[in-house]
């Protein structure tokens, strides 16, 4: 069974697109989005972050951050992540505004809140189609480390869904496995498109 996937984080442009990169890389199907109302990056401290509308190329942003402090931006790996993300897709985009489309079997999100702007988008739709969608949440720090660690343990676990027949049927087993086998407890719900 080949699945179409999607990444989901929060406002911020790390984890996502960490699991995004290596999705691609490893040939999966894969878009990547933010549930925030505008794409928030650090800035010189915690009361000042950079902030801009989805839809802003990463060049743009790497180019603005270069010319504000580029020491700064260096030493916290803001630059090389935006490197990376340009090299992965144009501009970061949004899910409320992007994700209609009902093309995807499987929505991973970093974060539990996260997941919960997802069920609920999700719930609040016309459904249509009645495709199932599985929504995993695994929970990862927002660090560069721990987002490719969870990009590891995401790839990890839609090899592990493709594996089986029907998804659906066998979604409790492959959780239980997979929890198991990596010590991460993920939260999990069946939507509709």
């Excluded at 990444?7 to 999705?23: D, I, K, P």
């Amino acid at each position: 069974m080949k699945l179409r996937h999607a990444m989901v984080c929060s406002s911020n442009q790390n984890r996502s697109m960490e699991a995004h990169s290596l999705l691609k890389r490893q040939g999966f199907d894969v878009s990547s989005y933010g549930t925030g109302a505008h794409v928030k990056l650090p800035g010189p401290s915690l009361r000042e972050p950079n902030v801009y509308e989805f839809g802003t190329p990463y060049k743009q942003m790497f180019d603005d951050l270069r010319r504000k402090d580029p020491e700064l931006y260096k030493r916290n790996g803001i630059l090389s992540m935006l490197k990376r993300n340009s090299s992965v897709k144009l501009a970061p985009q949004r899910w409320q505004e992007n994700a209609a489309d009902g093309s995807f079997d499987v929505v991973f999100t970093f974060e539990e809140k996260v997941f919960d702007m997802v069920i609920e988008d999700l719930n609040n739709r016309e459904h249509v189609l009645m495709k199932p969608a599985l929504v995993i949440n695994l929970d990862v720090k927002d660090n560069h480390e721990e987002a490719a660690v969870g990009a590891r343990l995401a790839l990890d676990l839609c090899y592990e869904i493709e594996a089986v027949d029907s998804w659906e049927d066998a979604i409790d087993d492959v959780v239980t496995s997979f929890e198991r086998q990596h010590r991460r407890k993920l939260l999990y719900s069946i939507c509709f498109y």
